[in-house]
C-alpha cells in the first residue's frame, strides 16, 4: 500500500510506514530533539506551513523528500539507512538509497564476522549546555529583526551565521547517583561498574595505585606521570571483571578535551550560550571492537574543567588562553547546578569512550527539552564577560528594560517560545497543561490535546475546541464518553480519527462500522483493537481501500485472510501476502497468484516455505 504522508500521522506510524515502503528510517524531529512517536504532525508543526498530504515514490530524492516535509509542515526530516547508522545522500533518489543501503550492510555484515558491536547507555535527567560565538555582524542582524518585528526567528539567525558553536556538555555525569548505565555487546545487555579516578591513592610513592569505585578496587603500577599511571596498560593484579576506568580529558595529552579550547573569544564577539534541560536523556555510544573484547580495555573519557596553572598570575594566563571555558564554569555552570540540583549535571560529564587509543564521541538523544538563551558580552574595559540584557532583548522578544537575568526554568515554562515543546512534553505537571489548555494558540492547544498525560476534564473541555477536537479524537488517553460523545461529530476528520483511536469503544467503533465515510470504516479496518467480528464485516465492504486494510491488519484472523486471498483487488491480496497471520497453505496459492506483485510479496513472507 503506498504512503501518503499528512498532517494526522502519527510520527510512530510515519516511520513505521517509511521504512515498510522504502527499507530506510525516517528520523522525525521536533526543535533539536526526536519527535514524541505518539505526536501527530499537525501537533509539531512549526511556523504557518501549508499541510496538506503527497505521497513520496521511490524515484523521489533523499534531499527533496527533506525539503517537501518541511515545506508542507515545517518538521525537520533526515533519511538515514535501515539501521539509523548513518545518513542516507541526498543526491540519491529512496530506491539508490535503499540499494547503496544494501550494499553497506553486506560490508558491515562482512566486517561484523572479525569483530563486536558495543553500545554504552547512559540514562539519567540532565542539561545540555552549547555555545555560539557571534560576530558584530551577526549581532547587527538581530538587531535589525527585533526592530522590524521579529519576523524571523533569532535563532535562526544567530545558527546560521554563527562564527563558533561549541557542544559544551551533554550534562550526564557519572557519578550521579541517579545514572542508569548498561552496555550492550553485540546485542547482549549488562549492567557494569565505574572506577573514578578522583578517587585514587597516590599517597605512598613507589606503591601500585589504589583506584575505588563501585565495582571494587582495581590496583595500576605507579609511574612518574599522573598520566601513565591512569591510563597504564601494565595492571600488578587482575582488574575486576565488568568495570572501567574513568579518565579526565586532561589527564589523557592525546585527547586533552577542554571546552572552548579554540582561544580567546574574538574582539567585539558575543556569546550566547543555550541551556536545555530534560527529563529523560539517553548518550549512547557505539564502536565496532574486536572479539576478544574486554571492559578492562575500556577508558570513560570526561570533560575537564580544570584550567592551567595553580597561581592566581598562572590563572589569569590560563583562563585568557581558554576564555569560554572558564567563563562557561565560573559563570554559568553553577548557576544552571543550583537550578537543577536532581539533573544528572556536574562539573565532570560524560563526553565518550576510549577503547584501545581510539575516543568514540557520544550522541544524546532526549525528551522534555525546554531550552533557554543567555547572552554575553565583553565589558568596556575588555576584562571579562557580562550578560548582556540588550541581546537577551533580540532574542526574546523582550526590551532591554524587561529582560531580566534568570536561571530559574520554572520562570521560563511559559514564554512563547517554549509553549509548544511544553504542551507536548509528557512530563509537564498537570496544572500547567490546563493552563496551556486554555492558550490563544492553536499549536499549543493541539499539543496538549495530543498529550498522553493530559488529565482527563481537560481533554473532556478541549473535545468541545472546534479546532483541535480531532486531536483529543486520536489521543489513546481520552475517556471513553468523551469518545463516544465525539463518535458522533459531523466531521468526518473527527469521525476518522476515533475509529482509528485503540482505545475506543468496541460498541463505538460497530456503531462507526456503518458509517457513510470510506475513510472512517477504513480507520476501523486497520485498528488492531477491532473486534474480529467487525473485521470478518469490514472484509465484505464495498469500497476496497477498506478490504486492503483489513488485509493488513495484525488482528485478523487466518481465517478472514484466506477469504480475502481471493479478492478481485489486487493490493488487498498483495496485503494479504504480507501478513504474518496468513496460513501457509493461502501463501502457497497466492505464489501462483495471477499478478507478478503480489507473488514477489509472497517470498518475503516468514510463513512462506521457499
Not at 539507512?81 to 545518513?87: K, P, R
Not at 545540555?128 to 526567528?153: C, H, K, V
Not at 489513546?476 to 461529530?489: G, M, N, Q
Not at 457513510?516 to 465484505?540: F, H, Y
Amino acid at each position: 500500500m503506498a504512503l501518503n504522508i499528512n498532517g494526522r500521522m502519527k510520527v510512530k506510524t510515519l516511520r513505521a510506514d517509511f521504512k515498510k515502503e522504502f527499507g530506510l528510517t525516517l528520523r522525525v524531529y521536533d526543535g533539536r530533539s526526536f519527535a514524541n512517536d505518539d505526536s501527530t504532525l499537525a501537533a509539531i508543526r512549526k511556523g504557518d506551513s501549508k499541510g496538506g498530504e503527497f505521497g513520496p515514490r521511490k524515484n523521489t530524492k533523499v534531499g527533496n523528500l527533506e525539503d517537501k516535509i518541511m515545506d508542507m509542515f515545517g518538521i525537520k526530516t533526515q533519511v538515514a539507512g535501515s539501521d539509523d547508522s548513518y545518513l542516507c545522500d541526498n543526491d540519491l533518489t529512496l530506491s539508490g538509497a535503499l540499494e547503496a543501503d544494501q550494499k553497506k550492510m553486506e560490508k558491515k555484515s562482512k566486517k561484523s564476522a572479525k569483530t563486536v558491536t558495543v553500545e554504552f547507555k547512559f540514562k539519567a535527567k540532565g542539561v545540555q549546555i552549547s555555545s555560539y560565538e557571534i560576530n558584530e555582524e551577526t549581532q547587527r542582524l538581530l538587531e535589525q529583526n527585533a526592530d522590524d518585528g521579529f519576523p524571523r526567528s533569532p535563532v535562526e539567525i544567530f545558527e546560521e551565521n554563527c562564527h563558533q558553536y561549541t557542544l559544551l556538555t551533554y550534562g550526564i555525569s557519572a557519578s550521579n547517583d541517579n545514572l542508569e548505565k548498561t552496555v550492550s555487546i553485540d546485542g547482549k545487555e549488562q549492567p557494569f561498574a565505574i572506577a573514578d579516578s578522583e578517587l585514587a591513592d597516590f599517597s605512598v610513592p613507589g606503591e601500585p595505585v589504589v583506584i575505588d569505585g563501585e565495582g571494587g578496587t582495581i590496583f595500576y603500577e605507579q609511574d612518574a606521570l599522573i598520566t601513565e599511571r591512569l591510563m597504564a596498560d601494565s595492571v600488578l593484579s587482575a582488574q575486576l571483571k565488568g568495570c572501567i576506568l574513568d579518565v579526565d580529558g586532561a589527564n589523557e595529552a592525546f585527547y586533552n578535551y577542554i571546552p572552548g579550547k579554540s582561544g580567546p573569544i574574538a574582539e567585539g564577539n558575543a556569546v550566547i550560550y543555550e541551556i536545555i534541560p530534560y527529563s529523560t536523556g539517553t548518550l549512547r555510544i557505539s564502536f565496532e571492537a574486536d572479539k576478544d573484547f574486554k571492559l578492562q580495555d575500556v577508558r570513560l573519557l570526561k570533560d575537564d574543567p580544570d584550567q592551567p596553572g595553580v597561581y592566581e598570575s598562572d590563572w589569569i594566563q590560563g583562563a585568557t588562553k581558554y576564555e569560554l571555558s572558564n567563563h562557561y564554569y565560573t559563570e554559568v555552570l553553577w548557576e544552571v547546578m543550583d537550578s537543577h540540583p536532581d539533573s544528572a549535571l556536574d562539573e565532570d560529564t560524560i563526553r565518550g569512550i576510549i577503547y584501545k587509543g581510539e575516543r568514540h564521541d557520544g550522541e544524546l538523544d532526549f525528551m522534555g527539552g525546554n531550552g533557554w538563551y543567555q547572552s554575553f558580552t565583553r565589558s568596556d574595559d575588555g576584562s571579562k564577560l557580562i550578560v548582556s540584557y540588550v541581546i537577551n532583548g533580540w532574542l526574546n522578544d523582550a526590551s532591554e528594560e524587561s529582560s531580566e537575568e534568570s536561571w530559574d526554568i520554572d520562570d521560563l515554562l511559559l514564554m512563547d517560545e517554549d509553549e509548544e515543546d511544553l504542551a507536548q512534553n509528557p512530563d509537564t505537571p498537570a496544572s500547567v497543561l490546563e493552563k496551556l489548555a486554555d492558550n490563544e494558540d492553536e499549536h499549543v492547544r493541539n499539543r496538549v490535546a495530543g498529550n498522553p498525560n493530559t488529565p482527563a476534564s481537560v481533554l473532556e473541555k478541549l473535545a468541545g475546541d472546534e479546532t483541535v477536537r480531532w486531536i483529543v479524537a486520536e489521543n489513546s488517553s481520552t475517556p471513553a464518553s468523551v469518545l463516544e460523545k465525539l463518535s458522533e461529530d459531523e466531521d468526518e476528520d473527527v469521525r476518522r480519527e476515533i475509529a482509528g483511536n485503540s482505545s475506543t469503544p468496541a460498541s463505538v467503533l460497530e456503531k462507526l462500522s456503518e458509517d457513510e465515510e470510506d475513510s472512517v470504516r477504513c480507520q476501523i479496518a486497520g485498528n488492531s483493537s477491532t473486534p474480529v467480528s467487525l473485521l470478518e464485516k469490514l472484509s465484505e465492504d464495498e469500497d476496497e481501500d477498506v478490504r486492503r486494510r483489513v488485509a493488513e491488519n495484525s488482528s485478523t484472523p487466518a481465517t478472514v485472510l484466506e477469504k480475502l486471498a481471493a479478492d478481485e483487488d489486487k493490493y488487498v491480496r498483495g496485503e494479504v501476502a504480507e501478513n504474518s497471520n496468513t496460513s501457509v497453505s493461502v501463501l502457497e496459492k497466492l505464489a501462483k497468484d495471477e499478478d507478478e506483485d503480489v507473488r514477489d510479496v509472497v517470498t518475503d513472507n516468514p510463513n512462506y516455505l521457499k
